[in-house]
């Protein structure tokens, strides 16, 4: 158990609807990663945030946005879904300490757009 | 733009033989990390090298940054049935932006 926690673990829904996740980072962890990992993909990275604020931007289409609020937990909002946007969303935390920086990855939730 | 890739995409091993999976980037980074995700689970840290030419081992993995800090290697040696997953680099750019490795996934027959 990594101390990440997503909700909910598996989310059916259909095209054109809007969706968010959930990711609680561990305690005391500032950053908060989203990832998209599709069927037998490698991890595709979405967004990161620190302390609240957007600090780096990876591929997320302009149909996701995410935030970050002032407990430190943060959502992934994805709207008029497609069929493609199907996959495995992973949020991870980490605690920066300079340099070096760990993430923990959460077990992620799966989307399925029918 | 910027890739980290990693090759190869697929290795199969049988158990007891050496495994190696190449992580090369295309711009400098800060540093490297690696983790490994068992099929179904989510990816697991295994280790981070921000040192140029830093060598860190755990038990049967050897991690290696390059000089040019461009790319990075993970072996295992005597591979076994345990080692199945998919490993994959990462890094941050001197941007701060994150990157991932496109993995390399492997299979131990027994």
């Known amino acids: 158990d990594s101390g990440v926690t997503q909700t909910p673990k598996h989310l059916i829904t259909a095209t054109g609807q809007r969706v968010t996740l959930r990711c609680s980072p561990r305690s005391g962890d500032l950053s908060v990663y989203w990832y998209q990992q599709s069927l037998d993909q490698g991890l595709q990275f979405l967004i990161q945030?620190?302390?609240?604020?957007?600090?780096a931007k990876g591929n997320i289409l302009e149909r996701f946005s995410a935030q970050q609020f002032p407990d430190l937990h943060s959502e992934l909002n994805l709207s008029s879904l497609e069929l493609g946007d199907s996959a495995l969303y992973f949020c991870?935390?980490?605690?920066?300490?300079?340099?070096?920086?760990?993430?923990?990855f959460g077990p992620g939730t799966r989307l399925l757009v029918l | 733009g910027q890739q980290v890739m990693q090759i190869p995409q697929y290795q199969h091993v049988q158990e007891g033989e050496d495994f190696t999976t190449y992580c090369n980037s295309s711009t400098t980074l800060s540093n490297i990390q690696w983790y490994k995700q068992r099929p179904g689970g989510h990816p697991v840290f295994l280790i981070q090298l921000v040192k140029s030419g830093e060598v860190k081992k755990q038990k049967r993995l050897t991690f290696q940054f390059g000089e040019a800090k461009k790319n990075s290697s993970l072996h295992i040696t005597a591979t076994q049935t345990t080692d199945v997953g998919t490993y994959f680099c990462a890094g941050h750019d001197y941007f701060n932006k994150f990157y991932f490795g496109s993995g390399t996934k492997l299979n131990v027959k027994p």
């Open positions: 945030y620190y302390n609240g604020e957007e600090r």
């Open positions: 991870a935390s980490s605690v920066e300490q300079g340099l070096r920086e760990t993430q923990y």
